[in-house]
């Protein structure tokens, strides 16, 4: 039902900057919360940033924040992520994820279990 396309990643220098969109299509009326993973090599996916879309309130990791932002265009339903003073350990694959919404629980949530849907990634490389 629901479809996620991610794009803009690509190679770029320690302290550059880079943003990334996550395109959705489908039930975008019944999704609680979108948000951004992302997986290095021989390491485990972890949560980067997380949106709720009602309440508008936002969570970004202790690894990210300063330096990340997410954001979300309703009107075009597209989800971005801002990505500033980028750092060697920032290389991943970045994922676009997508979570049902449900009455009284947590929208802003980076538990990957929690997460329905999910985007094929974008990779985002920096070189020191």
């Known amino acids: 039902q629901v479809r996620l396309a991610e794009s803009g990643g690509g190679s770029v220098q320690a302290g550059g900057s880079l943003g990334l969109s996550c395109e959705a299509s489908?039930?975008?009326?019944?999704?609680?919360?979108m948000a951004w993973f992302r997986q290095a090599p021989g390491k485990e996916r972890e949560g980067v940033a997380v949106i709720c879309i009602r309440s508008r309130t936002t969570k970004h990791s202790d690894s990210v924040k300063g330096r990340f932002t997410i954001s979300l265009d309703k009107d075009k339903n597209t989800l971005y992520l801002q990505l500033n003073d980028l750092k060697p350990e920032d290389t991943a694959m970045y994922y676009c994820a997508a979570k049902k919404y449900t009455w009284g629980a947590v929208c802003d949530t980076l538990a990957v279990a929690d997460f329905e849907y999910w985007g094929q990634g974008s990779q985002v490389t920096v070189s020191s």
């Open positions: 489908g039930y975008t009326a019944d999704t609680g919360s």
